[in-house]
């Protein structure tokens, strides 16, 4: 690896370390020429995730996009940053995990949606709001009906046991 201060060509490892989330490995790196130190991470190159959009075009799976929107959704709940980057973490892990290089921007909401309704219910509703498209009170109605009786089904789930 090359000396990012003096480009020399050759630098020796001094240290590796398996960084926290254990899915990269950290390395400090003397040059041999200039004798200065940097860190290199060693990273899983991943095919790159495609979504396909309603109109069509395909842009690449970004889960700061999703992050960001999760965000919004969670805004004044009892949700922790932790517990949203998790989400995210976990819907990204599902769609890997399904071995496809393409899902449809409908998949990738309801995979969304499936989580974040077991992490808090308001979000929940706003996430499906704007990724729904709710045009009046009648499609909230609906979807908190829905709701409604899942909570139902797991309240039920849970007496029967």
């Known amino acids: 690896m090359k000396c990012p201060f003096c480009k020399y060509a050759d630098t020796k490892v001094t240290d590796s370390r398996v960084t926290d989330d254990g899915n990269a490995i950290r390395r400090r790196r003397e040059c041999l020429s200039c004798h200065r130190r940097f860190t290199t991470y060693e990273l899983v190159e991943e095919a790159p995730l495609m979504v396909i959009k309603r109109d069509g075009h395909r842009e690449m799976f970004d889960g700061d996009k999703l992050l960001r929107g999760l965000m919004r959704a969670c805004e004044k709940r009892e949700v922790s940053v932790e517990q949203i980057k998790e989400l995210v973490a976990s819907v990204e892990r599902e769609l890997r995990n399904r071995l496809v290089q393409e899902i449809s921007s409908e998949e990738l909401g309801e995979v969304v949606l499936a989580k974040l309704s077991d992490l808090d219910p308001v979000a929940y509703i706003r996430f499906a709001s704007v990724y729904r498209r709710f045009s009046g009170l009648k499609d909230f109605m ?20």
């Open 142 to 161: 609906a979807e908190l009906e829905t709701l409604m009786a899942k909570e139902e089904q797991k309240q039920k789930g849970v007496e029967s046991k």
